[in-house]
């Protein structure tokens, strides 16, 4: 192995003991972090009752309409030991089945890939800009339905976080109030920058490329129960003075709003 070689191997891997290389193989393995998932039309469902559920006939919380999670679609995950040799690969699939990752092939291609579901719990639903008008409208446009007309109904939202673009928090500022009243309560992140761009083929398959994300410790609103509002949080930085004073702002908006309620 040369000194100035800029991809070195290590030519007496192979004969390393087994349970050696196997927990290199481990070692080398990602980790998983939380994931943007984006959102999309068509994840407000109205499901009917079949006459054998235990709530059928039952109209004091009207017809079950609820954000059903498992239609927001999944992304992808490229792990390039999957590649390497059949010691490697059988690692990586172990550890994928491990974190309920199935492994698929991208269409058109030869890459293998691993798929990650949208997880409430740890994930966070991105808001492309061009879509913050149906995250607002859809839950509105499925009660107008026919069937729905009339009914008292409860909306059932899961979704515990969103991520929104600096951009799109400037322009929709005014509106945080309406994504409180259709989703409930929910922690907003904001991206210091752009959203990661969908690119149309992508799009077209239902496969995404899968963004991770990590908090970056930057300054917080919390609410306030007792003083019924929005406290910043405190030991927290902001390295942004535009976007400090844009989410001020939105602190400022959603108390005005919940003091309305």
Request: glycine share 2%; proline share 8%; hydrophobic share 40%.
């Given at each position: 192995m040369s000194a100035s070689d800029p991809h070195p191997t290590f030519?007496?891997?192979?004969?390393?003991?087994?349970?050696?290389?196997?927990?290199?193989?481990?070692?080398?393995?990602?980790t998983l972090k939380p994931s943007i998932h984006f959102y999309h039309r068509g994840c407000w469902r109205h499901q009917p009752l079949d006459p054998s559920d235990e709530d059928y006939g039952l109209?004091?919380?009207?017809?079950?309409?609820?954000?059903?999670?498992?239609?927001?679609?999944?992304?992808?995950?490229?792990?390039?030991?999957?590649?390497?040799?059949?010691?490697?690969r059988q690692a990586t699939l172990k550890w994928a089945e491990q974190h309920g990752l199935p492994l698929c092939s991208l269409p058109d291609?030869?890459?293998?890939?691993?798929?990650?579901?949208?997880?409430?719990?740890?994930?966070?639903?991105?808001?492309?800009?061009?879509?913050?008008?149906?995250?607002?409208?859809e839950l509105?446009?499925?009660?107008?339905e026919p069937d729905l007309i009339n009914q008292i109904v409860t909306p059932i939202s899961a979704i515990k976080s969103?991520?929104?673009?600096?951009?799109?928090?400037?322009?929709?500022v005014s509106e945080l109030?309406?994504?409180?009243d259709v989703y409930g309560g929910a922690t907003i992140y904001i991206i210091d920058g752009e959203m990661p761009e969908l690119d149309a083929a992508s799009s077209a398959t239902g496969l995404l490329q899968s963004w991770e994300y990590e908090p970056s410790g930057g300054k917080g609103w919390?609410?306030?129960?007792?003083?019924?509002?929005?406290?910043?949080?405190?030991?927290?930085q902001i390295r942004s003075p535009t976007l400090y004073a844009l989410m001020e702002e939105a602190a400022r908006v959603l108390t005005e709003a919940t003091s309305m309620t």
């Open positions: 030519h007496l891997f192979p004969n390393l003991p087994p349970e050696l290389r196997h927990q290199i193989w481990l070692n080398a393995l990602p109209d004091d919380e009207g017809p079950p309409v609820s954000f059903r999670l498992e239609l927001v679609k999944k992304t992808w995950l490229e792990v390039p030991m999957v590649y390497v040799n059949h010691e490697s291609t030869e890459r293998l890939v691993f798929l990650r579901s949208f997880n409430t719990n740890i994930d966070a639903l991105g808001v492309p800009y061009e879509e913050w008008e149906n995250l607002i409208l509105t446009d499925l009660l107008s969103f991520i929104l673009s600096e951009r799109m928090l400037k322009s929709c109030g309406d994504l409180f919390r609410w306030d129960p007792e003083q019924r509002r929005f406290a910043v949080q405190e030991n927290t």
